[in-house]
């Protein structure tokens, strides 16, 4: 490749970019959103075009691999045909994979045009598979229509994967019925700690976590755990259960074991660059992408400053006493 790629001053390779393309969402989801959630005006929003080039070049600059999400990423109009405009740099050979993080409730309507756009697997949030429980932690989701979405996405030939927010007093009783429910379903399944994110208050969000070393404890108590080598250059480290073959995958956001080898940046709905998930440091893009529409060459250097810039970790730490290197803003804003 002519352009040098994207290397942190840790060295590390960017290779793997999450874009927001809404803050809007479809549910409430109580660790992510308050119920009167005030939403961006739609001219802060990068338009699908802008995203178009903003991941583009990125994908230039080496991204092999680009995830959508959101708040909603399915709720946002026009997406389809965002998607099969990436569907070139899969073509082309500059993309090894286009994917999303949905939670569901639209995948009745567009798991086989994701398919068509050359997407192969999704990861779909569900955090209970108990109607009245998903009610309640969604507050406006209604569990037979994301069952209906995942029905679809794997008629479609969609790899589905499972993203649990383990929640004390909330899911802990289900946690062998969703690894059945999974392995039944040939569904990779992934726990996360709930991360200390957004104005829904401290107390409340201590009140619901749920550490990943008790939930690994008890699945040992079932099942045969043995850990996998896989690294995703993410938080997420792999076990497998032995009687079923499930994979599991564990997202400790909260420790620190996982940032050297972070390859991952996030561009929020509005074109800012987070380089790290636990941090408040950002960067706007957007006025490099919408003030030189004809060369992108002031977005590649403001991309590169962004990356000269990324932290070497994060700084979450739930002490016994409350929640420190908390960050302000909600995932639904850099898209978890
Ligand atoms: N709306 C889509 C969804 O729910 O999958 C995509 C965006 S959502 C912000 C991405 C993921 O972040 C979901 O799996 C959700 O459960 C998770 N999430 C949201 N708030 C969280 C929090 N405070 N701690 C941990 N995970 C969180
Ligand atoms: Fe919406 Fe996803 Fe946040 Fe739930 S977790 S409120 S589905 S953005």
């Known amino acids: 490749m002519q352009t040098p790629p994207l290397i942190d001053p840790f060295r590390r390779a960017i290779?793997?970019?999450?874009?927001?393309?809404?803050?809007?969402?479809?549910?409430r989801c109580v660790y992510c959103m308050s119920e009167n959630m005030t939403f961006l005006p739609k001219k802060e929003l990068l338009t699908l075009e802008e995203l178009d080039r903003l991941?583009?070049?990125?994908?230039?600059?080496?991204?092999?691999?680009?995830?959508?999400?959101?708040?909603?990423?399915?709720?946002?109009?026009?997406?389809m045909g965002f998607f099969g405009a990436m569907s070139r740099h899969l073509h082309a050979g500059a993309l090894d994979e286009l994917t999303l993080t949905t939670n569901g409730s639209q995948l009745h309507r567009f798991a086989q045009p994701l398919f068509d756009?050359?997407?192969?697997?999704?990861?779909?949030?569900?955090?209970?598979?108990?109607?009245?429980?998903?009610?309640?932690?969604?507050?406006?989701?209604?569990?037979?229509?994301?069952?209906?979405?995942?029905?679809?996405?794997?008629?479609?030939?969609?790899?589905?994967?499972?993203?649990?927010v383990a929640l004390r007093g909330v899911n802990e009783d289900e946690l062998f019925a969703l690894t059945?429910?999974?392995?039944?379903?040939?569904?990779?399944?992934t726990f996360i700690e709930v991360m200390p994110m957004g104005d829904i208050g401290?107390?409340?969000?201590?009140?619901?976590?749920?550490?990943?070393?008790?939930?690994?404890a008890r699945l040992e108590g079932r099942y045969t755990v043995t850990d996998l080598a896989e690294r995703s250059g993410g938080p997420a480290r792999y076990v497998r259960l032995e009687e079923s073959g499930q994979k599991v995958g564990l997202i400790t956001p909260l420790s620190h074991t996982f940032c050297e080898g972070c390859n991952r940046v996030r561009?929020?709905?509005?074109?800012?660059?987070?380089?790290?998930?636990?941090?408040?440091?950002?960067?706007?893009?957007?006025p490099a992408l919408r003030d030189n529409p004809e060369t992108d060459a002031p977005l590649v250097a403001a991309i590169r400053a962004a990356i000269g810039l990324k932290p070497r970790g994060h700084d979450f730490d739930y002490s016994r006493r409350g929640v420190a290197g908390r960050v302000s803003r909600h995932m639904s804003h850099t898209g978890g």
């Open 15 to 27: 290779t793997y970019l999450r874009v927001s393309v809404t803050d809007r969402c479809d549910f």
């Open 55 to 79: 991941c583009s070049v990125f994908i230039r600059l080496g991204v092999r691999k680009l995830r959508i999400t959101g708040g909603e990423p399915l709720v946002r109009r026009g997406l």
């Open 267 to 286: 561009v929020t709905c509005t074109g800012e660059i987070y380089t790290c998930l636990g941090q408040e440091g950002k960067a706007d893009l957007r």
């Open 202 to 216: 401290n107390e409340a969000r201590l009140d619901q976590y749920w550490s990943l070393g008790d939930l690994r």
């Open 117 to 164: 756009a050359g997407v192969r697997r999704v990861n779909v949030s569900l955090d209970t598979l108990d109607a009245e429980k998903f009610a309640r932690i969604t507050r406006w989701g209604r569990l037979k229509q994301v069952l209906a979405g995942i029905d679809a996405a794997q008629t479609a030939g969609l790899r589905v994967k499972i993203n649990t």
């Open 180 to 189: 059945e429910w999974c392995a039944g379903r040939d569904m990779d399944l």
